[in-house]
C-alpha cells in the first residue's frame, strides 16, 4: 500500500526530473558578480514533512547563497527582540514595486512598505544590531539559523558578500535615506555590513527546509518540541511571506502556489505548508521580477499534485 511518505517521495522525484529537462530557465542575478558564475541549471527540492520524513531530489546538498531568504529569520530575531514596536520602523503591506527602488520611500517619509523588500530589510537589520557590534549582530544571525537547521556548518560565503558590497549601490541609497528620515539608528555602514553578510548566507535546500520547520507548526521546532515563536507569531510572520515575500510577484505567487513563501535572488524559494511541511527549491534562473523561474513552477505542481494550498477547501 502507498503511504504518504511515498506518494511525497514519487511527486518530488518527478517533480525534480521535469524541472531538470526545462529549457526556459530564466537568468541569473549577473547584478551581482558572485551570482552570475552559478549554473542556471542547477535545481533542488526538499520537503521535510509533518512526520520528519524527507523527500529530496536534484542538487538538495549544494550550498548557494540564500539571499533575501534571510529577511525570514531576521524578521524573527527582531520581533523577538522588540516585539510589535518593529512596526513603527517598517509596515506590511505588499509594494508592488521592485525590491530595491527608492519610489515609496520618498512618499512615505523613509519607513518601508514591508520587511521583506531591500529598503525594509535593512531597517530590520538595523533593529538587530542595536546594542550590538556588528560582528556580534551577525553571529547572532548565523548562529539562530543554525540553531534552526539543526547544522553548525552553515557560513556566510565572503566571496558573495565582497561582491554584494562592491556593487551594491542601490542599497546604500536605501540606507541614507532611511537614515536622513531617523529610520535607522546605527551608522549606515555598520547596517549595511551586516545586511550584505547575512544575505550572502550559505545554504543548501535541506538546511533552508529544516530551518523553516517552526514556521510550518505553529512556532515549534517539531524534533525538540521547544517554541521557537509563539503560534500567533508564527501566522503572522507566515502571513506576511503570503502576501509581501515574493516582492511584486507576491500576487501571483499566491494564486498559483497557495502557500507562504520567501524568495532570494541567489535562486531559492523557502515556501510553508502551515501544519504539513516546510519546502525549499533551488533555481538559479529569476524571472522579470527578481523570482526564481523554475523554482516558482515546481512549488505550484507541488502544492497541486499534494493538495497543500492554503485555499484549498
Not at 535593512?122 to 556580534?136: N, Q, Y
Not at 515563536?229 to 500576487?251: F, K, Q
Not at 497541486?304 to 484549498?312: R, T
Request: proline content about 4%.
Amino acid at each position: 500500500m502507498t503511504t504518504d511518505a511515498d506518494k511525497l517521495d514519487s511527486v518530488v522525484a518527478a517533480i525534480a526530473a521535469e524541472m531538470t529537462a526545462r529549457s526556459e530557465r530564466g537568468t541569473v542575478a549577473d547584478y551581482i558578480p558572485e551570482l552570475a558564475r552559478v549554473d542556471a541549471n542547477s535545481f533542488g527540492l526538499v520537503v521535510v514533512g509533518a512526520d520528519g520524513h524527507v523527500a529530496a531530489a536534484g542538487d538538495t546538498d549544494v550550498p548557494f547563497s540564500v539571499q533575501s531568504v534571510s529577511k525570514v529569520f531576521t524578521l524573527t530575531l527582531a520581533l523577538g527582540l522588540v516585539g510589535d514596536r518593529l512596526w513603527q520602523r517598517v509596515g506590511r503591506e505588499p509594494s508592488g514595486s521592485p525590491f530595491n527602488s527608492i519610489v515609496q520611500l520618498e512618499r512615505e517619509r523613509g519607513i518601508p512598505r514591508n520587511p521583506f523588500i531591500n529598503a525594509g530589510a535593512i531597517a530590520v537589520t538595523d533593529v538587530i544590531l542595536s546594542g550590538h557590534k556588528p560582528r556580534e549582530a551577525l553571529g547572532e544571525i548565523v548562529r539562530f539559523m543554525r540553531f534552526l537547521a539543526d547544522d553548525s556548518s552553515i557560513v556566510i560565503d565572503d566571496a558573495v558578500a565582497a561582491s554584494e558590497q562592491r556593487t551594491g549601490f542601490r542599497n546604500i541609497a536605501l540606507a541614507n535615506y532611511m537614515k536622513s528620515f531617523g529610520v535607522l539608528e546605527n551608522p549606515v555602514n555598520y547596517t549595511l555590513g551586516v545586511y550584505f553578510h547575512h544575505c550572502a548566507i550559505a545554504m543548501t535546500c535541506r538546511q533552508l527546509a529544516m530551518a523553516g520547520r517552526f514556521l510550518a507548526h505553529d512556532g515549534k521546532n517539531p524534533t525538540t518540541g521547544l517554541s521557537v515563536v509563539s503560534p500567533e507569531r508564527a501566522r503572522r510572520i507566515n502571513a506576511v511571506m503570503l502576501t509581501c515575500g515574493h516582492y511584486d510577484g507576491s500576487g501571483e505567487f499566491a494564486y498559483r502556489v497557495g502557500l507562504p513563501g520567501k524568495s532570494g535572488v541567489g535562486g531559492g524559494i523557502m515556501a510553508i505548508a502551515p501544519g504539513k511541511a516546510s519546502i525549499a527549491v533551488w533555481s538559479p534562473g529569476l524571472d522579470t521580477q527578481g523570482n526564481p523561474l523554475v523554482g516558482q513552477i515546481a512549488l505550484e505542481i507541488l502544492t497541486k499534485c499534494m493538495g497543500w494550498s492554503i485555499f484549498a477547501a
